[in-house]
Structures are given as C-alpha cells and as structure tokens.
C-alpha cells in the first residue's frame, strides 16, 4: 500500500524568509508522480509543484522549489521569499500507474507566516 | 476555462437522510475523482469515474455511491447520513485516466449531519 508522510503538523515562517515542508512516502512502484497542494482557508485545494519520479531535476515554480531524494523516498517543499499569502494547510501527494488517478495524501502542514 | 464547480457549496441534513452532490469538471476534462475530508481521517478517496463508469473505488460503505453523467459531469450520493459522514466533500478533475495528470479540485461542499 502507498503511504505519505508528513511529520510535521505545523509550521511557522517569518514573511520573506525561507521555510521547509517535509514528506515522505513509500512505495515500491517505480513509475509514480508526486504533488504539493496548498489549501488556504477558503478550502480551495491549489497545485503548488508537481515532480515525476523518473525526473532527477528537481521541480521548481516561481519560490517554489523541491528537494527530491527518490532513493530516501523523500519529497521536501521549499518556499523562499515567503509571503503572508503563502499561509495555508499544505499537502503531500502520490499517485502511480496502477492505482490510476488515485491520489494518497499526507496528513498535511498548516504554515503560518508572520509579518 | 472555467475550474471545477461544486454544488451546493454546504448542505445540512439529519441523520437518516440522503443528499446528492454534484460536480462539473473542467471542460474537456473527462476524470472525476471524490474524496472527502475530515480532521481526523484527512483526505480519503471515494471514487473515480471516466467515461460513465465507475473505475477505482476507495473503503468506504455501499453507502456512498456516484455516477458521471455523457458530459462528464458527475454526482455523488450518500444515503442514510450518519454524524460521521460530516466532512467537506472534495472533487478533482483530470484530463484522463491513468495517466497521473494533475487533479484540479473544485471548492468542495461542506456537509453537515445533525
């Protein structure tokens, strides 16, 4: 069965700094894709960055950037540059081949950003 | 292009009940997917539908069910509500099946079951 983790409740960041969100997963697909949405109080859920697995750079979009270590199953988000906008619940998410469309989220990071 | 709509957006009922929620995926999108959401469980996939039928379920109980409609447009149903059953409602959207395209969520409907 595919797990994600994240092990970090909450999260706190100051306004133009930098802030790390932690995840990781295990599966023993080889073909898989992996996900950061964010969730701001509206509920909306957002793409933040998106990585295959098959891709050894690393995603990044804008000051969003990603730390993938295939081998550590290990999937970090890195937000530089954080704005009061960046406040939300963030979610780790896996899918693969065989579970098709299905997503398997981690539990989730609330992150604060203080002015 | 318009994203993912979701109606209604909140909904109470009593335990006993049955409600119907309805989902529109982005145009030419041909996915839907449903999960719903609770504090305490996080995000929990339900089903997912492509092309009228119904090709990935998750655990849940008979009592959930869905369809998707020849425009893409789907519906799920949750009858004889349970307190548990209370949570936010999400559907997601995708261009295709098996393909791990990114889902593109809609707003969610907030159910609450007294």
């Known amino acids: 069965a595919q797990t994600v983790t994240q092990s970090q409740p909450e999260m706190s960041v100051q306004e133009a700094e930098t802030v790390t969100l932690s995840c990781t997963y295990d599966?023993?697909?080889?073909?898989?894709?992996l996900f950061w949405y964010k969730q701001p109080p509206s509920r909306q859920m957002i793409l933040v960055i998106r990585?295959?697995?098959?891709?050894?750079q690393n995603a990044t979009e804008n000051r969003f950037s990603v730390n993938f270590q295939k081998a550590a199953k290990s999937f970090s988000l890195k937000i530089s540059d954080s704005q009061l906008g960046d406040a939300a619940m963030y979610f780790c998410?896996?899918?693969?081949?065989?579970?098709?469309?299905?997503?398997?989220f981690g539990t989730g990071t609330s992150l604060t950003v203080i002015p | 292009k318009a994203g993912v709509t979701q109606t209604p957006r909140y909904l109470i009922k009593t335990r006993g009940q049955q409600v119907t929620l309805s989902c529109s995926p982005i145009s030419g999108h041909r996915s839907v997917s449903w999960y719903q959401q609770t504090p305490g469980q996080g995000l929990q996939f339900l089903f997912e539908y492509f092309s009228e039928t119904q090709r990935n379920k998750g655990n849940f109980p008979g009592r959930f069910s869905g369809r998707q409609f020849s425009n893409s447009r789907s519906e799920m149903n949750v009858s004889t509500l349970e307190l548990g059953d209370s949570a936010l409602y999400l559907c997601a959207s995708s261009l295709a099946l098996d393909t791990q395209e990114t889902q593109y969520f809609g707003p969610g409907t907030r159910l609450l079951v007294l």
């Open positions: 599966t023993s697909e080889s073909d898989y894709y």
């Open positions: 998410a896996w899918t693969g081949r065989p579970t098709g469309n299905q997503f398997y």
């Open positions: 990585q295959e697995a098959y891709k050894q």
